[in-house]
């Protein structure tokens, strides 16, 4: 099976949460659909839903609206189409973690 754009753009999350002592599991919940592709948990209790789309492409209705739910729950949902979005999303987590450590870890 061909693995596409979108395909491409998962697995350099998954490499770059890695490297920056983290995981990026796939996020499978059977019988309910539109739930994000990826879970993304680093050190200091960090834990971010993330949506993989191929560039330019935008979620599904369906998933638009999971993504809206869990956002009114509190948690984090990001939506990541290129490697790009990848590198400025592992920044921003650097930057929370660095600040995390700064203050000795507590949230």
Do not use: W
Not at 28 to 36: D, F, R
Not at 54 to 82: C, F, N, W, Y
Request: hydrophobic share 40%.
């Amino acid at each position: 099976m061909a693995r596409g754009p979108e395909a491409k753009i998962e697995d350099y999350l998954v490499r770059q949460c890695r490297m920056i002592g983290g995981v990026a599991e796939k996020f499978v919940s059977p019988n309910k659909k539109g739930v994000p592709d990826r879970i993304c948990q680093f050190p200091y209790d960090l834990i971010v839903f993330v949506e993989v789309k191929a560039e330019g492409l935008k979620p599904t209705p369906l998933q638009a609206e999971d993504h809206k739910r869990r956002r009114a729950r509190g948690h984090s949902v990001m939506v990541i189409d290129s490697k790009a979005a990848v590198d400025g999303f592992i920044e921003g987590i650097k930057e929370a973690m660095q600040s995390l450590e700064a203050i000795g870890g507590i949230l």
